[in-house]
């Protein structure tokens, strides 16, 4: 229990964030959204455009806000783990504290991102006959964006732990 209490009060560096809880998290965070963003560039965003031109009005796009939160938490979680691996923070509690912070911020972001995806990959279920494949497409979108923001929780549950036993 004591190695555990002192592990959680320091923050790693090197190949040790491959070995301490919340930092291993990194890697799979780093796959599911990459697919996230892969997924959602992939689908067509051919609805709204229809309607916009049926409609003559400017229907925004909800999966701009999806692709803009996908491509900056891969960002930032890449530099992230950059800073961690090569020892950038220097063991100081105001990175505990910002890593939580980043954490915090990307589980709201997906969170959010993952519901416009849900509910646009309903509404696009009345098309599914014509758009089947970009239909599956969302459908993985959808599953893949909530296993990020599940992993985004947990590591910010345990970065959150972290900082307090600084």
Not at 124 to 132: I, P
Not at 135 to 152: E, K, N
């Amino acid at each position: 229990m004591a190695a555990a209490t002192q592990q959680m009060s320091s923050l790693p560096s090197g190949l040790r964030i491959c070995t301490t809880v919340p930092d291993i998290l990194y890697l799979p965070e780093l796959v599911f959204g990459g697919l996230v963003w892969i997924l959602v560039a992939s689908t067509r965003v051919a609805m709204a455009s229809f309607l916009s031109l049926a409609l003559l009005i400017t229907v925004p796009n909800p999966l701009g806000w999806v692709m803009f939160v996908s491509v900056f938490c891969f960002v930032m979680t890449f530099l992230w783990l950059i800073i961690f691996a090569s020892g950038g923070h220097k063991n100081s509690s105001s990175w505990a504290a910002a890593d939580f912070l980043y954490h915090l911020v990307a589980v709201v972001f997906y969170l959010s991102a993952s519901v416009i995806l849900a509910n646009e990959t309903i509404a696009m279920k009345a098309f599914s006959n014509v758009l089947y494949q970009y239909y599956q497409i969302d459908i993985a979108a959808v599953v893949f964006s909530f296993v990020a923001t599940l992993l985004y929780f947990i590591h910010c549950i345990f970065s959150a732990m972290r900082w307090k036993s600084f």
